[in-house]
Protein backbone atom coordinates (compact mmCIF):
# COMPACT_ATOMS: atom_id res chain seq x y z
CA UNK A 1 0.00 0.00 0.00
CA UNK A 2 0.94 3.20 -0.55
CA UNK A 3 2.52 4.58 2.27
CA UNK A 4 2.98 9.12 2.93
CA UNK A 5 4.17 10.44 6.10
CA UNK A 6 3.63 13.58 6.81
CA UNK A 7 6.29 15.67 9.21
CA UNK A 8 6.92 19.14 11.11
CA UNK A 9 10.95 20.24 10.98
CA UNK A 10 13.53 17.91 11.21
CA UNK A 11 15.43 20.42 13.14
CA UNK A 12 12.31 20.70 15.93
CA UNK A 13 9.61 17.87 15.86
CA UNK A 14 10.62 15.56 17.96
CA UNK A 15 7.17 13.26 17.03
CA UNK A 16 8.01 13.45 13.61
CA UNK A 17 11.32 11.87 14.15
CA UNK A 18 10.54 8.83 15.71
CA UNK A 19 7.81 7.75 12.83
CA UNK A 20 10.37 8.54 10.30
CA UNK A 21 12.83 6.82 12.09
CA UNK A 22 10.96 3.96 12.63
CA UNK A 23 9.90 3.86 8.92
CA UNK A 24 13.56 4.22 7.98
CA UNK A 25 14.88 1.86 10.55
CA UNK A 26 12.61 -1.01 9.21
CA UNK A 27 12.96 -1.06 5.77
CA UNK A 28 9.34 0.81 4.96
CA UNK A 29 9.43 2.74 1.99
CA UNK A 30 7.42 5.74 2.36
CA UNK A 31 6.85 9.19 0.78
CA UNK A 32 8.31 12.31 2.83
CA UNK A 33 5.60 15.51 3.58
CA UNK A 34 7.08 18.26 5.85
CA UNK A 35 5.23 21.24 6.47
CA UNK A 36 7.03 23.73 8.26
CA UNK A 37 5.82 24.01 12.11
CA UNK A 38 4.81 27.95 13.67
CA UNK A 39 4.13 29.62 10.42
CA UNK A 40 0.70 31.12 9.63
CA UNK A 41 -0.57 28.43 6.95
CA UNK A 42 0.55 25.66 9.53
CA UNK A 43 -2.53 24.26 11.37
CA UNK A 44 -4.68 24.88 8.12
CA UNK A 45 -1.65 22.67 5.69
CA UNK A 46 -1.87 19.96 8.67
CA UNK A 47 -5.25 20.30 8.73
CA UNK A 48 -6.02 18.89 5.06
CA UNK A 49 -4.82 15.36 6.54
CA UNK A 50 -5.68 15.30 9.86
CA UNK A 51 -8.30 17.42 12.02
CA UNK A 52 -6.28 16.52 14.93
CA UNK A 53 -3.90 19.46 13.73
CA UNK A 54 -0.62 17.95 14.86
CA UNK A 55 2.16 15.82 13.20
CA UNK A 56 3.24 13.10 12.68
CA UNK A 57 0.50 11.75 10.00
CA UNK A 58 0.88 8.51 8.11
CA UNK A 59 -1.35 7.97 5.18
CA UNK A 60 -1.38 3.94 4.75
CA UNK A 61 -3.44 2.89 1.71
CA UNK A 62 -7.18 4.33 2.77
CA UNK A 63 -5.89 4.89 6.35
CA UNK A 64 -4.96 7.77 8.34
CA UNK A 65 -2.85 7.53 11.71
CA UNK A 66 -1.90 10.28 13.88
CA UNK A 67 0.02 10.17 17.02
CA UNK A 68 3.17 8.56 17.27
CA UNK A 69 2.27 5.49 19.25
CA UNK A 70 -0.44 4.61 16.98
CA UNK A 71 1.81 4.98 13.76
CA UNK A 72 4.06 2.41 15.52
CA UNK A 73 1.14 -0.12 16.29
CA UNK A 74 -0.14 0.14 12.87
CA UNK A 75 2.88 -0.34 11.27
CA UNK A 76 4.07 -3.21 13.89
CA UNK A 77 0.59 -4.70 12.76
CA UNK A 78 0.96 -4.73 8.99
CA UNK A 79 4.71 -5.87 8.68
CA UNK A 80 4.89 -8.44 11.22
CA UNK A 81 8.24 -9.39 9.61
CA UNK A 82 9.84 -6.52 10.58
CA UNK A 83 9.76 -7.33 14.48
CA UNK A 84 9.30 -3.47 15.54
CA UNK A 85 8.22 -5.16 18.99
CA UNK A 86 11.02 -7.81 21.00
CA UNK A 87 9.63 -11.33 19.69
CA UNK A 88 10.36 -12.21 23.61
CA UNK A 89 7.08 -11.35 25.54
CA UNK A 90 8.92 -10.54 28.35
CA UNK A 91 11.16 -8.30 26.48
CA UNK A 92 7.77 -6.77 24.40
CA UNK A 93 6.38 -6.40 27.73
CA UNK A 94 9.26 -4.11 29.12
CA UNK A 95 9.43 -2.35 25.76
CA UNK A 96 5.73 -1.91 25.73
CA UNK A 97 6.35 -0.32 28.95
CA UNK A 98 8.77 2.01 28.74
CA UNK A 99 7.53 3.14 25.32
CA UNK A 100 4.13 4.18 27.38
CA UNK A 101 6.54 5.86 29.92
CA UNK A 102 7.81 8.16 27.15
CA UNK A 103 4.69 8.99 25.21
CA UNK A 104 2.91 10.19 28.72
CA UNK A 105 5.65 11.14 30.82
CA UNK A 106 8.95 13.14 30.96
CA UNK A 107 7.31 16.24 30.87
CA UNK A 108 10.09 18.75 32.51
CA UNK A 109 12.81 17.55 30.11
CA UNK A 110 10.06 18.15 27.53
CA UNK A 111 9.83 21.90 28.68
CA UNK A 112 13.59 22.06 29.97
CA UNK A 113 15.56 20.85 26.75
CA UNK A 114 13.24 21.00 23.49
CA UNK A 115 14.90 19.52 20.73
CA UNK A 116 17.23 21.37 18.78
CA UNK A 117 19.36 19.47 16.35
CA UNK A 118 21.33 22.79 15.41
CA UNK A 119 22.28 24.35 18.73
CA UNK A 120 24.93 21.95 19.58
CA UNK A 121 26.58 23.12 22.85
CA UNK A 122 23.64 25.27 24.74
CA UNK A 123 23.96 25.84 28.21
CA UNK A 124 20.40 25.49 30.78
CA UNK A 125 19.96 25.29 34.14
CA UNK A 126 19.92 21.81 35.56
CA UNK A 127 16.56 21.94 38.66
CA UNK A 128 16.45 19.03 40.25
CA UNK A 129 12.99 17.86 38.72
CA UNK A 130 14.80 17.60 35.47
CA UNK A 131 17.90 15.62 36.68
CA UNK A 132 15.23 13.53 38.04
CA UNK A 133 14.06 12.92 34.44
CA UNK A 134 17.23 12.27 33.50
CA UNK A 135 18.41 9.88 35.85
CA UNK A 136 15.36 8.37 34.60
CA UNK A 137 16.18 7.76 31.31
CA UNK A 138 19.95 6.60 32.42
CA UNK A 139 18.22 3.68 34.29
CA UNK A 140 15.98 2.68 31.38
CA UNK A 141 19.11 2.75 29.02
CA UNK A 142 21.22 0.85 31.78
CA UNK A 143 19.02 -2.11 32.48
CA UNK A 144 18.11 -2.56 28.43
CA UNK A 145 22.12 -2.64 28.50
CA UNK A 146 22.02 -4.89 31.31
CA UNK A 147 19.09 -7.24 30.30
CA UNK A 148 19.96 -7.41 26.08
CA UNK A 149 23.20 -6.33 25.25
CA UNK A 150 24.57 -9.45 24.53
CA UNK A 151 21.64 -9.71 21.61
CA UNK A 152 22.70 -5.99 19.91
CA UNK A 153 23.54 -2.59 20.42
CA UNK A 154 19.80 -1.41 20.42
CA UNK A 155 17.82 -0.97 23.50
CA UNK A 156 16.77 -4.67 22.89
CA UNK A 157 19.23 -6.33 21.01
CA UNK A 158 17.52 -5.23 17.61
CA UNK A 159 15.78 -2.02 16.68
CA UNK A 160 12.41 -1.80 17.77
CA UNK A 161 9.63 0.77 18.37
CA UNK A 162 11.90 1.32 21.80
CA UNK A 163 14.59 3.48 20.25
CA UNK A 164 12.20 5.20 17.80
CA UNK A 165 10.40 6.49 21.40
CA UNK A 166 13.47 7.43 22.73
CA UNK A 167 15.81 8.51 19.55
CA UNK A 168 14.93 12.54 20.77
CA UNK A 169 16.03 11.87 23.88
CA UNK A 170 19.21 11.43 22.43
CA UNK A 171 19.44 14.20 20.89
CA UNK A 172 18.20 16.18 23.75
CA UNK A 173 20.88 14.97 25.52
CA UNK A 174 23.56 15.82 22.96
CA UNK A 175 22.75 19.57 22.44
CA UNK A 176 22.44 20.43 25.81
CA UNK A 177 25.87 18.35 26.85
CA UNK A 178 24.53 16.28 29.31
CA UNK A 179 27.04 13.36 30.45
CA UNK A 180 26.20 9.83 30.65
CA UNK A 181 28.07 7.13 32.30
CA UNK A 182 29.10 4.54 30.74
CA UNK A 183 26.44 1.75 31.68
CA UNK A 184 24.03 4.03 29.36
CA UNK A 185 26.58 5.76 27.29
CA UNK A 186 25.88 2.83 24.74
CA UNK A 187 23.11 3.96 22.90
CA UNK A 188 23.43 7.26 21.96
CA UNK A 189 26.76 6.32 20.03
CA UNK A 190 24.03 3.37 18.71
CA UNK A 191 21.45 6.03 17.36
CA UNK A 192 23.59 8.44 16.19
CA UNK A 193 25.90 6.16 13.99
CA UNK A 194 22.49 5.13 12.33
CA UNK A 195 22.48 6.05 8.74
CA UNK A 196 18.90 7.02 9.01
CA UNK A 197 19.71 9.23 11.81
CA UNK A 198 22.45 10.97 10.15
CA UNK A 199 20.34 11.54 7.23
CA UNK A 200 17.56 13.77 9.95
CA UNK A 201 20.91 15.13 11.41
CA UNK A 202 21.99 16.48 7.53
CA UNK A 203 18.50 17.33 6.75
CA UNK A 204 17.95 19.62 10.01
CA UNK A 205 21.10 21.94 9.46
CA UNK A 206 19.96 22.46 5.97
CA UNK A 207 16.85 23.72 7.20
CA UNK A 208 16.90 27.40 7.77
CA UNK A 209 13.50 28.18 9.56
CA UNK A 210 13.95 29.68 13.35
CA UNK A 211 11.23 28.85 16.32
CA UNK A 212 12.05 31.11 18.70
CA UNK A 213 10.65 29.27 22.10
CA UNK A 214 12.34 26.32 21.07
CA UNK A 215 15.85 28.28 21.10
CA UNK A 216 16.44 27.63 24.92
CA UNK A 217 19.78 28.49 26.46
CA UNK A 218 22.76 30.44 26.25
Not at 119 to 138: F, S, T
Not at 168 to 185: C, D, H, K, M, Q
Not at 193 to 199: D, F, H, I, K, P
Request: proline share 6%.
Amino acid sequence: MKTKLIIGNKNYSSWSLRAWLLLKEAGIPFEEHRIALDCPNTAGEIATFTEAKCVPVLQFGEMTVWDTMAIAETMAEHFPEKHLWPQDPVARAHARAICAEMHSGFHVLRSCMPMNCRAMGRKIPLPDELGDDIDRIIAIWAECHRKYGDQGSWLFGNFSIADAMFAPVVLRLRTYGINLPESAGFYPQRLLESEAMQEWLLAAEAETEVIDREETGQ
